[in-house]
Antibody, heavy 117, light 107 residues
């Protein structure tokens, strides 16, 4: 069955770099896009970036200078790296599957990341 | 990016009440709108896709309507298990964007 699972550190110090992995199963990264989305505590969802099925990437302009998304199709993994973390980056981070005919149909369970010293 | 304005942000209702939640898009998104339910500590789940198509397994008390820029999610008779946050998602264009969410609680 389709699954996405985020993994990464729960705590990151300010100014450090966050590295998250989204491991997927039940579908191919070459057939579906994967979004990274985050949700600060008590707030709404914000799209961060997209790994397109063809390997291209797009980023939210607000985060673009700090964000990098990549993938390893052989391992069915999508990676997020975000630098210069601040307390306002504290959030639950989700990876989400997307396709024009099935938009945002499966979400990972999310990983809570706290930015604190 | 298309802006999605959702209202109300908070809603308190009683079991059996009819509940409506609205989403307004900053431009025409045709019928490319989904509704999600997110319970505390869980990942969001699709309730309705393309305005009014019920996802498999979702109770029929949930329904959706609208087109263009204005959309509504309706719960015909609120049940205790419906306590959650609800949000809309437009998929007319990339990037997908979200409503701010409606936190639904029992009165």
């Amino acid at each position: 069955q389709v699954q996405l699972k985020e993994s990464g550190p729960g705590l990151v110090q300010p100014s450090q770099t966050l590295s998250l992995t989204c491991t997927v199963s039940g579908f191919s990264l070459t057939n579906y896009h994967v979004y990274w989305v985050r949700q600060p505590p008590g707030k709404g969802l914000e799209w961060m970036g997209i790994m397109w099925s063809d390997g291209a990437t797009s980023y939210n302009s607000v985060l673009k200078s700090r964000l990098s998304i990549s993938r390893d199709t052989s391992k069915s993994q999508v990676f997020l790296k975000m630098s210069s973390l601040q307390t306002e980056d504290t959030a639950t981070y989700y990876c989400v599957r997307d396709l024009a005919v099935a938009p945002f149909d499966y979400w990972g369970q999310g990983v809570m990341v706290t930015v604190s010293s | 990016d298309i802006q999605m304005t959702q209202s109300p942000s908070f809603l308190s209702a009683s079991v059996g009440d009819r509940v409506t939640i609205n989403c307004k898009a900053s431009q025409n998104i045709n019928r490319y709108l989904n509704w999600y339910q997110q319970k505390l500590g869980e990942a969001p789940k699709v309730l309705i896709y393309n305005v009014n198509s019920l996802q498999t397994g979702i109770p029929s008390r949930f329904s959706g309507s609208g087109s263009g820029t204005d959309f509504t999610l309706t719960i015909s008779s609120l049940q205790p298990e419906d306590v959650a946050t609800y949000f809309c998602l437009q998929h007319n264009s990339w990037p997908r964007t979200f409503g701010g969410g409606t936190k639904l609680e029992l009165k």
